[in-house]
């Protein structure tokens, strides 16, 4: 729990069937989660959410259009989308996201946003996040599913699908941004898609992990204690390769 003492719910993950725990950290590999102990079909997951709509962006982004609010629709954004590349100098984010929410674990406005505050994140993107039932329904059963896994309290309600779509599309080494989660919580990794590569490591730069993982494996990391004692990323690697992040974010704001 937050402030270093440990709770029943920290040892969770450690419970789930094939868990792996990463050293001696708050870290967990579980290998076809989605398949064994969900008992879902992670092809079809993946398949659905490559047919979300993609949003329009013009080649030379003249006009620079605006993402239009609208919280029953989910839409892929490009990682050329200003949103995503203007306050990092011009430079492509090398994959494409969808933002979703639950907004039934707190209180507060029916078209609140839950607002997860990581580097480069900017006003202009916030209408793209849509809500939990704006998903495929295959995206809908899997978050209920781990939720269902989750004590009252600590389930998640916040989620980021981000699609690698080539082989040079990744995500390099770093921790998360933990200034909106919820004190002490996890964040919980599906892996979709083609196998690629992840890895953690210490703060030092000394790999501690790196296997290439299939659809279906979930990472369970705690915020405070693993995320922070470690660094994680996806290495360049097969074409077009997925992932789901949950978290529980606390940050709610109105629009």
Request: charged share 25%; proline share 5%.
């Amino acid at each position: 729990g937050a402030g270093g003492v440990r709770t029943e719910f920290d040892d969770i993950p450690a419970t789930w069937p094939g868990a792996k725990q990463l050293n001696d950290l708050d870290a967990f590999i579980i290998p076809d989660f989605v398949q064994t102990e969900l008992g879902l079909n992670v092809d079809q997951i993946w398949q659905d959410l490559l047919e979300l709509p993609r949003v329009h962006v013009p080649k030379d982004q003249s006009g620079y259009p605006p993402i239009e609010r609208n919280l029953g629709e989910a839409r892929i954004v490009p990682g050329y989308h200003h949103a995503l590349a203007q306050f990092r100098k011009g430079l492509v984010l090398p994959r494409h996201k969808v933002w979703f929410q639950d907004l039934s674990t707190s209180d507060g406005n029916d078209d609140d946003f839950l607002h997860y505050s990581y580097t480069g994140w900017q006003y202009m993107i916030a209408p793209a996040q849509c809500n939990i039932s704006a998903m495929p329904e295959t995206t809908h059963a899997l978050f209920n599913g781990i939720n269902e896994r989750m004590p009252a309290g600590e389930k998640f309600n916040h989620g980021i699908f981000t699609l690698y779509a080539d082989k040079e599309d990744f995500i390099d080494h770093h921790s998360d941004k933990i200034s909106s989660f919820e004190n002490g919580s996890w964040f919980l990794v599906i892996k979709l898609g083609n196998s690629r590569n992840f890895q953690f490591k210490d703060k030092s730069g000394k790999v501690l992990f790196d296997e290439e993982l299939s659809a279906g494996t979930a990472i369970v990391v705690k915020s405070d204690t693993a995320n922070v004692q470690t660094t994680h990323g996806v290495l360049r690697g097969a074409r077009e390769r997925g992932s789901i992040v949950l978290r529980q974010i606390k940050a709610r704001k109105t629009w």
